[in-house]
């Protein structure tokens, strides 16, 4: 992992005390899917969902992987997808890249396909924007894990999830226009970044007996 991003995670680790205690138990589902899948010997696919997949699943999708390297969990390949399709949003990269991601483009379009590099030596994140069905996303056996309130409510079902788990968080783009955006998507950056740690710190005790 490189050195920036260690440090930001290694710094961030040691405020897992900052969660709410009713954030948790959401928190704890997606601990226990990842837990059941090891016990079977599987890989956990782990589908972010947001509305425009721009913004907090592209977060979700790039933390959950990272925080699981971070603690040398490898059965683990995230995905994100939307109800509509729109584009990775600039400030959602640029939060990845304060936080010590390295962000390269590799095509020059209204949605561009970014890699997101979290260590050298491994195959980068690859984010764009995309409906949860899309066919670079798993069909079957992942669990959906939905990031704001907008696709909560508008997919009540999801063919082939194993599980749905509402962890939802606020949408930085409310203040896009504002002097406050870095400030905000930083903040988001940081509150997923810390959740996925919780999760799968929670892992690693697991597998530990």
């Not at 020059?108 to 890699?115: K, L």
Request: net charge negative; proline share 4%; glycine share 4%.
């Amino acid at each position: 992992m490189n050195e920036r991003l260690h440090i930001y995670l290694s710094e961030l680790e040691s405020h897992l005390q900052e969660i709410p205690e009713n954030r948790k138990p959401i928190l704890k589902m997606l601990v226990d899917y990842v837990k059941l899948k090891s016990e079977k010997k599987e890989v956990s696919s782990l589908v972010f969902i947001c509305t425009h997949n721009s913004r907090r699943s592209h977060f979700g999708q790039v933390w959950a992987k990272t925080a699981a390297a971070f603690y040398g969990i490898t059965d683990i390949i995230t995905y994100s997808g939307g109800t509509a399709v729109t584009a990775s949003h600039p400030y959602t990269i640029e939060a990845l890249e304060r936080a010590g991601f390295e962000v390269e483009k590799h095509v020059s379009s209204i949605n561009p396909v970014i890699q997101v590099v979290y260590d050298k030596q491994t195959d980068p994140i690859v984010c764009f924007s995309k409906t949860y069905d899309h066919g670079d996303n798993p069909r079957k056996d992942f669990a959906a894990i939905l990031t704001c309130s907008e696709a909560d409510q508008n997919c009540p079902f999801i063919q082939g999830a194993d599980m749905r788990i509402p962890l939802t968080y606020e949408d930085p783009k409310r203040w896009d226009d504002s002097d406050q955006k870095d400030a905000k998507y930083d903040e988001r950056c940081r509150q997923i970044a810390l959740e996925m740690l919780h999760v799968f710190n929670e892992v690693k005790k697991e597998r530990r007996f």
